[in-house]
């Protein structure tokens, strides 16, 4: 069965975007929209927010109804559930009961203040979580990028270098039959073009697995045939005094430290007002109603006045312990800012090497290209023999892959940098 003309367009269209390169922006907003770590943070969030929302639902406004009825032929005890310590005693006929309470703090000696303060640096915990592990994941795509970007330059150089030994061969073999050379230099050609296929084949296996690498950075999301494209490089601090104080500002770590000592103050500020009087408004709307008693309703309005006497110390204790997390992680936080202040100083050594490392391995690529064409010309001409040739040939290819890792050392040491400042993606 021939296919139709729609077929071979979708079968092109498919491997069109099969060789399509992708560039770093789409991984890292790949990475960032599917990634589980982040998906994972955005839900530790909205578990924060709700803990927020239960910590101050203690101090709304508090309205409930309870019923009962009964009939039957004698007195009855009913114990509620909502409250197992009271007893209700149901009469032996029939009988209706209802209540409503409405209770409302309207005085908490600012205990509710600081329950709020309490929630929000909570969230703010969370959402500082959550920029660590965009900026890991972020990390760790730019990581896998580059890695997946040089093996795909490695490649190309010994692709070349393949092309370069097998007309190498052609040429000896070339001179061999003409009697020029002896066949002990035929061999060269041939062992030397087996090793170009062999580097070649390790190299590309190397980038096989890089792209794997390169897809599980992202979430799993990137497609068959993916090749790294375009990177484009972030503008950068021009000193390292401003990249430190990027990285003080900015760090997720730090700010998470810094909202888990103001947490645990709020906590021992809680707990300390906790012992302090509380005023609440309430009232109280109850109708009875029984076949022999008639029925009646009666309604309550109060104040009620709060003044813990004795606890035995579990209110003292809770806001030492809250007191004692606060200092810790004002210790973790200087601990963090020393190490904060050893990554950004490696990160800024590595690039401020890469000016340097691209020119030197540009040099050298120029030098063995001009090595190689000289080396080809005596070889030409009848001046050098193979294994002159294959030498420099030998040392072109290394320069491209040289090359090649120096473009690397640029794409790792930016990622390490950007890592290390704490800039969000």
Same mark, same amino acid.
């Given at each position: 069965?021939?296919?139709?003309?729609?077929?071979?367009?979708?079968?092109? %269209?498919?491997?069109?975007?099969?060789?399509?390169?992708?560039?770093?922006?789409?991984?890292?907003?790949?990475?960032?929209?599917?990634?589980?770590?982040?998906?994972?943070?955005?839900?530790?969030?909205?578990?924060? =927010?709700?803990?927020?929302?239960?910590?101050?639902?203690?101090?709304?406004?508090?309205?409930?109804? =309870?019923?009962?009825?009964?009939?039957?032929?004698?007195?009855?005890?009913?114990?509620?559930?909502?409250?197992?310590?009271?007893?209700?005693?149901?009469?032996?006929?029939?009988?209706?009961?209802?209540?409503?309470?409405?209770?409302?703090?309207?005085?908490?000696?600012?205990?509710?203040?600081?329950?709020?303060?309490?929630?929000?640096?909570?969230?703010?915990?969370?959402?500082?979580?959550?920029?660590?592990?965009?900026?890991?994941?972020?990390?760790?795509?730019?990581?896998?990028?580059?890695?997946? %970007?040089?093996?795909?330059?490695?490649?190309?150089?010994?692709?070349?270098?393949?092309?370069?030994?097998?007309?190498?061969?052609?040429?000896?073999?070339?001179?061999?039959?003409?009697?020029?050379?002896?066949?002990?230099?035929?061999?060269?050609?041939?062992?030397?073009?087996?090793?170009?296929?062999?580097?070649l084949r390790i190299a590309e296996a190397d980038l096989e697995a890089s792209i794997a690498e390169l897809g599980a950075a992202v979430g799993g999301g990137l497609r068959d045939g993916a090749r790294p494209g375009d990177w484009r490089a972030?503008?950068?601090?021009?000193?390292?005094?401003?990249?430190?104080?990027?990285?003080?500002?900015?760090?997720?770590?730090?700010?998470?430290?810094?909202?888990? %000592?103001?947490?645990?103050?709020?906590?021992?500020?809680?707990?300390?007002r906790s012992a302090l009087p509380e005023l609440s408004v309430f009232g109280t709307q109850i109708t009875f109603g029984s076949e022999r008693g008639g029925s009646s309703s009666n309604a309550t309005v109060g104040l009620l006045l709060?003044?813990?006497?004795?606890?035995?110390?579990?209110?003292?204790?809770?806001?030492?312990?809250?007191?004692?997390?606060?200092?810790?992680?004002?210790?973790?936080?200087?601990?963090?800012?020393?190490?904060?202040?050893?990554?950004?100083?490696?990160?800024?050594?590595?690039?401020?090497?890469?000016?340097?490392?691209?020119? =030197?391995?540009?040099?050298?690529?120029?030098?063995?290209?001009?090595?190689?064409?000289?080396?080809?010309?005596?070889?030409?001409?009848?001046?050098?023999? =193979?294994?002159?040739?294959?030498?420099?040939?030998?040392?072109?290819?290394?320069?491209?892959?040289?090359?090649?890792?120096?473009?690397?050392?640029?794409?790792?040491?930016?990622?390490?940098?950007?890592?290390?400042?704490?800039?969000?993606?």
């Amino acid at each position: 069965m021939k296919p139709t003309v729609s077929t071979i367009f979708v079968l092109m %269209a498919v491997v069109l975007s099969a060789q399509q390169p992708i560039s770093l922006d789409d991984a890292l907003k790949m990475a960032l929209k599917s990634h589980p770590r982040v998906r994972e943070a955005e839900q530790l969030v909205e578990a924060a =927010h709700a803990r927020r929302r239960q910590l101050l639902a203690e101090f709304a406004p508090f309205l409930a109804m =309870h019923s009962v009825g009964s009939e039957g032929r004698g007195d009855t005890g009913f114990m509620s559930m909502l409250e197992p310590s009271r007893m209700f005693m149901l009469p032996r006929d029939a009988f209706f009961a209802a209540s409503l309470t409405f209770q409302w703090r309207i005085f908490t000696s600012a205990r509710d203040a600081a329950a709020r303060d309490v929630g929000g640096f909570e969230v703010r915990e969370a959402e500082q979580a959550l920029a660590l592990a965009r900026l890991q994941v972020a990390y760790r795509v730019r990581k896998a990028f580059a890695e997946a %970007a040089y093996r795909t330059e490695a490649v190309a150089a010994y692709e070349a270098g393949l092309l370069a030994a097998e007309e190498m061969e052609s040429l000896a073999k070339a001179r061999f039959e003409e009697g020029k050379i002896p066949e002990a230099f035929l061999f060269a050609a041939q062992a030397q073009t087996a090793r170009a296929r062999r580097d070649l084949r390790i190299a590309e296996a190397d980038l096989e697995a890089s792209i794997a690498e390169l897809g599980a950075a992202v979430g799993g999301g990137l497609r068959d045939g993916a090749r790294p494209g375009d990177w484009r490089a972030q503008q950068l601090p021009d000193t390292l005094e401003s990249a430190l104080g990027e990285a003080y500002d900015r760090r997720p770590e730090l700010l998470a430290e810094r909202a888990r %000592a103001r947490r645990q103050g709020a906590e021992a500020e809680m707990a300390r007002r906790s012992a302090l009087p509380e005023l609440s408004v309430f009232g109280t709307q109850i109708t009875f109603g029984s076949e022999r008693g008639g029925s009646s309703s009666n309604a309550t309005v109060g104040l009620l006045l709060t003044m813990p006497l004795a606890d035995g110390g579990m209110r003292r204790a809770r806001a030492s312990e809250a007191t004692a997390g606060g200092l810790a992680a004002e210790s973790r936080l200087g601990a963090a800012l020393l190490d904060v202040a050893v990554e950004v100083r490696a990160a800024w050594a590595r690039r401020s090497a890469v000016p340097d490392v691209l020119r =030197h391995a540009e040099a050298e690529l120029q030098a063995s290209e001009e090595a190689y064409r000289i080396a080809r010309l005596r070889f030409d001409v009848g001046k050098a023999v =193979h294994a002159e040739v294959q030498v420099v040939l030998a040392d072109l290819i290394a320069a491209r892959v040289a090359v090649a890792e120096a473009r690397r050392f640029d794409r790792n040491a930016e990622a390490d940098l950007l890592r290390a400042l704490g800039r969000q993606p």
